[in-house]
């Protein structure tokens, strides 16, 4: 139970890192107001009400802990007690390596948790500028689809620029439309993960000449306009809309989200596809797969029409079509304080997309640290941040001090990756078992092995403080 003496703190955005934000603050004892616009007032890109919900993909990437950064960070807030990740793995769907969820089953669980809470006040309609100063420890947690209003009172306040770029949606497909003569079940290279038993994807192999058809279309669809005050917005690298790859070189689709390696086609395993397109399973009924790696800007019409040329797809029936939207983000290493607050008004944090960082658990890591951080507040306590040798204590290094010796301007959205780790000590010798140098892609591999294993036992101390 809360102390009558410990006053609530207000969460703007009941999306991941809101939803986080203000689970790890109601852990601590700590009251919660979450105000949330939605249903009242939708977004470009929001489907319903709920909290936390999956706009794009359903995905959230690897969970590979020993290899991978993502599957790192994965691990290390399941270790800080993470809501988001509680609920994802309670909702996970078959996936390969990854961990994908049902994205309606994942925010109902969200949702209902926090809207039943004891210490949590839900207050619907938009916050349509900076809070007042009496609200006292805020955190602003709006992602990348702020409210006009609120944005605009933000640059206002600042005097800074907004930085901007585009995100794009992948198309949903009933599963009972794809056509298993020529598609087929399998994870690449049979790789089993969360949920999963190695046959997780559905696949639908393209020759050369139908892939050379295929990119020709992409490049030459019909897609949507931009308005003027969005003509010179950049489109982030991981999540390019399928077109634009392609229209970056004939081979770009092909060893990207239609790469063939690792597959085998049952139907004709002894010819090898030229590029194969990937759908991923979207509900837990398993009756809605979305296409990976097709976020599209494409318009409606023309999606249908190119989609369906691929084999396997011709009679495809697309629950949702693809589609693009403009994100914003705030310069975070010039206008916020170690802790995540904004110089100018320290009662104010930011979490989530908002703050430059890109991807839903990199989001709701932020989510996860600013309600450490305000329930600290709340509490007349402080906390130490999470290390730097650590998957959030990197994303933290770049949202707030990893460009200060560097031009502002050139600060962008960043996933979670070993780049941004500190090094290991350059005397370990990278060596096998049996004294073997290694080389290349094997002493990458081992690299990060050895980077995960840190991370993983330095964020201990902090996650169970």
Excluded at 116 to 131: A, D, F, R, S
Excluded at 338 to 345: A, E
Aim: glycine share 10%; aromatic share 8%.
């Amino acid at each position: 139970m809360a102390s009558p003496m410990v006053k609530a703190v207000h969460i703007i955005g009941a999306g991941l890192a809101g939803s986080e934000a203000a689970w790890q603050c109601i852990s601590r004892g700590v009251p919660v107001i979450l105000h949330e616009m939605r249903p009242k007032r939708m977004t470009e890109a929001h489907q319903g009400g709920g909290f936390a919900e999956l706009v794009c993909s359903n995905s959230f990437r690897s969970d590979d802990k020993h290899g991978n950064a993502v599957g790192v960070l994965h691990e290390e807030m399941r270790l800080s007690n993470s809501l988001i990740m509680g609920m994802g793995d309670m909702t996970k769907l078959p996936a390969g390596g990854a961990l994908a969820v049902d994205r309606n089953k994942f925010s109902e669980a969200v949702t209902t948790i926090l809207q039943q809470h004891p210490l949590v006040t839900v207050e619907y309609g938009e916050v349509k500028g900076l809070p007042p100063k009496e609200w006292g420890n805020t955190i602003i947690a709006t992602g990348p689809l702020t409210a006009p209003s609120l944005a605009q009172d933000i640059l206002k306040t600042t005097g800074e620029d907004s930085l901007a770029f585009f995100d794009a949606i992948a198309p949903i497909v009933y599963k009972d439309s794809i056509d298993f003569d020529i598609a087929w079940m399998q994870s690449r290279y049979d790789k089993k993960g969360p949920g999963g038993d190695g046959a997780d994807y559905i696949n639908c192999p393209l020759n050369k000449e139908q892939y050379e058809t295929f990119i020709e279309a992409l490049i030459n669809s019909d897609q949507t306009e931009f308005k003027d005050f969005e003509k010179d917005t950049p489109y982030f690298e991981s999540c390019l809309p399928i077109e634009v790859m392609a229209s970056r070189g004939a081979e770009t689709l092909r060893w990207g989200p239609m790469k063939p390696v690792g597959l085998t086609n049952p139907h004709n395993p002894t010819v090898k596809a030229h590029a194969i397109v990937q759908l991923r399973q979207d509900n837990a009924l398993g009756t809605l797969y979305n296409m990976v790696g097709f976020q599209t800007k494409m318009k409606y019409g023309a999606q249908a029409e190119i989609f369906k040329t691929i084999p396997g797809l011709e009679k495809a029936v697309f629950a949702r079509l693809g589609g693009i939207h403009r994100n914003t983000f705030i310069n975070s290493p010039k206008l916020l304080n170690s802790q995540l607050q904004l110089k100018d008004r320290p009662d104010i944090r930011f979490a989530g997309q908002i703050m430059g960082v890109e991807g839903y658990i990199e989001s709701a890591s932020f989510g996860l640290i600013a309600g450490r951080l305000a329930a600290a507040q709340a509490l007349g306590q402080s906390i130490d941040m999470p290390p730097r040798t650590t998957a959030l204590g990197a994303l933290m290094e770049h949202v707030t001090g990893g460009f200060m010796d560097g031009p502002k301007s050139k600060f962008q959205p960043m996933n979670v990756n070993f780049g941004l780790f500190p090094p290991m000590d350059e005397e370990i010798v990278y060596k096998t078992p049996d004294g073997k140098r290694l080389r290349g892609k094997d002493k990458t591999r081992f690299r990060k092995g050895l980077l995960a294993k840190r991370a993983l036992n330095d964020i201990l101390p902090w996650a169970k403080a």
